[in-house]
Nanobody, 120 residues
Framework: VQLQACGGGLVQAGGPLRLSCVAS????????MGWFRQAPGKERESIAR????????YYADSVKGRFSISRDNAKNTVYLQMNSLKPEDTAVYYC??????????????WGQGTEVTVSS
């Protein structure tokens, strides 16, 4: 699976931004999808994931209530809607795909990352 993330940019604090990740190469609906982020000088953080059907989602506490993950299997795309953005959300955001169990296991495929900068 090849993953292409896009939608990053510069946004003011409190504003929204939507990231997209388009998959190609294999059956998108066979994979659980996740969004991660890595801020400068910090470790990569798992922030949201969604199962293959879109019926189950998980959010890190740091984004719960502000971010929403969704997918459109017909378009081979997973989205991350980010609302009420804060300067601490500034990071490079990555999408990733994995098969197997939704709640555990390594991610098999990674996108290239898209940069989000939130100004105060």
């Amino acid at each position: 699976v090849q993953l292409q993330a896009c939608g990053g940019g510069l946004v003011q604090a409190g504003g929204p931004l939507r990231l997209s990740c388009v998959a190609s190469g294999r059956t998108f609906s066979a994979y659980h999808m996740g969004w991660f982020r890595q801020a400068p000088g910090k470790e990569r953080e798992s922030i949201a994931r969604i199962d293959w059907s879109g019926g189950t989602t998980y959010y890190a506490d740091s984004v719960k209530g502000r971010f929403s993950i969704s997918r459109d299997n017909a378009k081979n795309t997973v989205y991350l809607q980010m609302n009420s953005l804060k300067p601490e959300d500034t990071a490079v955001y990555y999408c990733a795909a994995r098969s197997g169990i939704f709640t555990s296991g390594p991610y098999d495929y990674w996108g290239q990352g898209t940069e989000v900068t939130v100004s105060s």
